[in-house]
């Protein structure tokens, strides 16, 4: 029984280092926009339009999707979080120099509202990462 249970702890530091598998990482995703979803007060309908290609369109919206960016490590304070970015870009694995050209692109974006400001890099952001050919279900 205790031999049982240090292999599974084993199983479970080992996969922590790699990459998460894409259907746990669809799971955090979820979890990441329902609890956005509670803390920002967005409704039903603002979901669909920050997920996938959409633009969020209300304030609500903008500041889910704002939280979204924010908790993947992507946006800290209304602007992109380098080393944020390359964890994610890892966890993704994905080729880390999508992350320069995200900075290049997108680093300059910003608007005096948070929820704008992230907003608007987010999907900067998200643009590069689906034109470089990510699996982006988001
Ligand atoms: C960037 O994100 C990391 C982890 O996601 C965090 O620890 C760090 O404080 C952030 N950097 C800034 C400048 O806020």
């Not at 309908?45 to 704002?66: N, R, Y």
């Not at 692109?105 to 608007?120: H, I, K, N, R, W």
Request: glycine share 6%; proline share 4%.
């Amino acid at each position: 029984m205790k031999a049982f249970t240090s292999i599974i702890i084993l199983i479970v530091a080992a996969s922590m280092t790699l990459a998460i598998d894409p259907a746990e990482k669809k799971a955090q995703m979820m979890q990441i926009y329902s609890d956005c979803k509670a803390s920002t007060n967005a409704k039903d309908d603002d979901i669909p339009k920050v997920m996938l290609d959409a633009k969020p369109t209300t304030h609500e919206g903008k500041c889910m999707f704002s939280c979204v960016m924010d908790k993947m490590g992507i946006i800290t304070n209304g602007k992109l979080n380098q080393s944020g970015m390359l964890a994610w870009a890892e966890s993704m694995s994905a080729s880390t120099s999508i992350v320069d050209t995200v900075m290049t692109e997108c680093g300059g974006l910003s608007d005096p509202d948070p929820c704008e400001s992230a907003t608007t890099i987010g999907l900067c952001f998200r643009n590069i990462c689906k034109n470089s050919g990510m699996d982006m279900d988001w």
